[in-house]
């Protein structure tokens, strides 16, 4: 069946070959934006675009220079021009979009959480594995090139046994009950929300970086602001905070601290390692450099793709002293995605595999600081 677009300004171009990255972008806010710039960095391009509402996709279309927008996911999928489907949506839409995107043939990128469950989580693994489908998570901060240089120093063995991992990742931005979002319903943004949308990331790189896997843990909870809303307060039953400590498989022990709370901290998120040789630090709000710390001499190592080694060298696009950011993290994110597409396999291509083990950690984050207990974390 044809599909007619509600808008389409690309009507009357020319009939040059498609790109190679043909995505379709679900969701028309903050992270939909996001995800299209990054494609069209990557050379891809954005065929199609749906949103809540036809308005909505159509006003968002110019911003997301996208070449149509349609009136239902159902017509979006039914375009032949889509490869790959960007799921930009709030969290308790992401199994129905995903699953319906998969059984239509499509990659997927999906925004994390994966899912409100780890029930839907693995439903959405198998479904993509069944499809034969590339299907990666947006933990994107894994694309600093100074966290890609901490990684290839723990695996030449320069921090040697690694015995402890900690840090935080803090944010200010629903620090007063004014503050709200779609997050802090449950029904919407599932039953974890600092630890879900946050907590998560931090545990994503420290694994990554490390190579340790969180085994089991100890949480606290807590809800700072129990009555929260621009206009009408009502009654939160997500978390502003947790404090995680943990166990690794190897034996290490390691705390996390996770706040959406923390005045005067935007996007704060700071992990720290230290092994019988050595010990290093990242900060997320400084990403230009990296701690590395010495019994004899400590020094602050910088982005420079002339020095670091090859896997980090990879993602500076830019020479020393041109900072490097989040967006650029994401336009590599869809870079290697785009690869992955292709046949290639990028290192450290974050899939639905991860975004499965982030909705375990979570599930065992939320049994704790529920029942007050060591909970054992889900293989």
Request: charged residues 20%.
């Amino acid at each position: 069946m044809a599909v007619t677009p509600i808008t389409d300004r690309a009507a009357g171009a020319d009939s040059s070959p498609e790109v190679g990255y043909r995505a379709a972008i679900v969701g028309t806010g903050f992270m939909g934006r996001v995800h299209a710039r990054a494609v069209q960095v990557a050379g891809g391009r954005v065929v199609g675009a749906v949103g809540s509402t036809p308005e909505r996709a159509a006003a968002a279309q110019g911003e997301l220079q996208a070449d149509a927008v349609y009136e239902t996911l159902d017509e979006l999928l039914g375009s032949a021009d889509v490869d790959v489907v960007h799921v930009c949506t709030p969290n308790h839409l992401h199994e129905p979009v995903v699953l319906a995107a998969l059984a239509a043939g499509k990659h997927v990128v999906c925004e994390k959480p994966l899912a409100t469950s780890t029930e839907a989580a693995h439903a959405m693994t198998a479904a993509a594995r069944e499809a034969g489908r590339i299907a990666a998570v947006p933990f994107v901060y894994r694309f600093h090139p100074m966290v890609r240089e901490a990684r290839e120093r723990v695996r030449a063995g320069e921090v040697g046994s690694i015995f402890l991992a900690h840090g935080s990742y803090l944010q200010d931005w629903l620090l007063h009950p004014t503050d709200d979002n779609w997050r802090v319903d449950p029904q919407l943004g599932g039953p974890t929300r600092a630890f879900g949308d946050i907590g998560s990331h931090w545990c994503d790189l420290m694994e990554f970086v490390t190579g340790e896997r969180i085994v089991r843990l100890s949480a606290q909870a807590s809800t700072v602001n129990k009555l929260r809303g621009a206009e009408t307060l009502r009654d939160v039953t997500t978390e502003d905070v947790v404090i995680v400590q943990f166990g690794t498989e190897t034996g290490a022990i390691g705390s996390v601290v996770v706040s959406q709370v923390s005045a005067g901290r935007k996007n704060r998120l700071l992990l720290e390692v230290s092994g019988s040789r050595g010990s290093l630090a990242f900060d997320q709000e400084n990403p230009e450099q990296l701690w590395w710390g010495g019994r004899e001499r400590s020094s602050q190592l910088v982005r420079d793709p002339e020095t670091l080694s090859s896997p980090a060298a990879r993602y500076a696009r830019v020479p020393a002293g041109h900072p490097q950011g989040y967006q650029d993290c994401f336009d590599a994110f869809v870079s290697d995605t785009g690869e992955a597409i292709a046949g290639a396999v990028p290192d450290g291509l974050p899939t639905f595999d991860d975004g499965l083990r982030a909705a375990r950690l979570a599930e065992a984050v939320m049994t704790s600081a529920r029942e007050h207990e060591w909970v054992e974390v889900a293989r």
